[in-house]
């Protein structure tokens, strides 16, 4: 099965294998999933907000990304990781000309495909963006520490049914390996992230904040 372009898709979501290949480097390393997730979510906004085409949209320069994100990433560092972006094919250079534009390419995956214990829940920028706010929040990153990223994924799906008042489990079923006390922390940084993807034009967060509108 392929996607059109000669890419074999591996899921019937239509992920390419390069796409697993962004995904599971943009889950083991949470400054880079951080920084994608900024220029998702606020690339999104600011092309939806241009005056020009969406099309003809020049992106996001890195100082723009800089000035957005939560983390304090060197202005060095910032331009050595946005090129690995580039390079595993996270994000696409919109504009050439100089300070370059970036666009975040959106991700979306059965979780049983990526190459880590996450579980069979979707991973898409929900999910990433919780991985990112490791970098800047300490509660997350305790919890990577201590649980499986399955175990965080769970505690993501409990929230989505909560929100969509459909959960008919509690927290100690759908996550019996954490503490109450690691969960209750999360879980304020989970409403945040899923407050950053409703603001992206092209998420419904009245289903899960990951669907993208057809």
């Known amino acids: 099965m392929e996607d059109g372009l000669g890419n074999e898709r591996v899921d019937l979501l239509g992920t390419t294998a390069d796409d697993l290949v962004a ?19 606020e690339g999104g906004i600011e092309r939806e907000n ?15 990304i800089q000035e957005s994100t939560d983390a304090d990433i060197p202005e060095s560092t910032l331009y050595e990781d946005i090129d690995e972006l580039v390079d595993i094919g996270a994000i696409r250079v919109k504009s050439d000309i100089q300070p370059r534009g970036y666009e975040a390419k959106f991700f979306q995956a059965d979780g049983d495909s990526i190459d880590r214990t996450v579980g069979g829940g979707l991973i898409g920028p929900g999910y990433i963006g919780l991985v990112g706010k490791s970098e800047v929040n300490d509660s997350v990153a305790q919890f990577l520490d201590k649980y499986r990223y399955e175990d965080l994924n769970n505690v993501l799906q409990m929230l989505r049914a909560d929100m969509r008042g459909v959960l008919d489990r509690s927290v100690q079923e759908m996550v019996p390996e954490a503490d109450d006390a ?8 989970l409403e945040d992230v899923f407050s950053d993807v409703s603001r992206h034009p092209l998420v419904d967060s009245k289903y899960f904040p990951d669907e993208v509108r057809g």
């Open 23 to 41: 995904i599971g480097r943009l889950l083991e390393s949470p400054r880079l999933a951080h920084i994608w997730f900024t220029l998702f979510v």
């Open 50 to 64: 241009s005056d020009s085409n969406p099309f003809l949209w020049d992106g996001l320069t890195v100082k723009e």
């Open 182 to 189: 690691d969960i209750e922390a999360v879980l304020p940084v």
